[in-house]
């Protein structure tokens, strides 16, 4: 199947694509290397496949099932350190891809918020979560990527 972008875990990679396009961004860090990589390909030309019978297990986080309402919620319970690399990394992806494939960018947004929200609903630690979200923002914004500087 065609996709958008995938998990690159477990995949076959196309050597031409990889000497076009590059290997993947180091300063990103654990969060958004899969999305970005592919985007980047996928702006490159290269079309990226996703074979439905085929899977990797392989956990994001360490989910806690929660019931809003009667609706089965899955919090993901990062570390605020995480979250910290995950909204900045975001921004970053937002700031290069928009004008390339909008469509991504509001899918991926709308999973930010829900995240955030489920932080706020669900998670310990809500404030450092939250206050981390806000400093990988910042920062996001500001083009500073790499380690952080706590």
């Given amino acids: 199947n065609l996709t958008r972008s995938t998990m690159t875990s477990g995949s076959i990679m ?5 000497m076009k396009g590059g290997l993947f961004r180091g300063e990103m860090f654990i969060d958004q290397l899969d999305n970005e990589i592919c985007l ?13 019978w085929v899977a990797v297990e392989h956990s994001v986080g360490q989910n806690t099932e929660r019931l809003f309402f009667k609706l089965r919620v899955l919090p993901s319970n990062h570390s605020a350190l995480r979250r910290y690399y995950i909204a900045r990394n975001r921004v970053f992806m937002y700031k290069k891809y928009t004008l390339f494939d909008i469509r ?16 706020l609903l ?12 806000a400093k990988g923002l910042r920062d996001g914004f500001k083009n500073s990527m790499g380690p952080i500087g706590i």
């Fill in 14 to 18: 196309n050597s031409f694509a990889i």
């Fill in 40 to 52: 980047r390909y996928r702006k490159a030309g290269y079309l990226i496949l996703e074979h439905k």
């Fill in 104 to 119: 991504w960018v509001l899918m991926d947004l709308r999973g930010f918020i829900t995240e955030t929200l489920k932080i």
């Fill in 122 to 133: 669900y998670e310990e630690n809500k404030a450092e979560k939250i206050r981390m979200t």
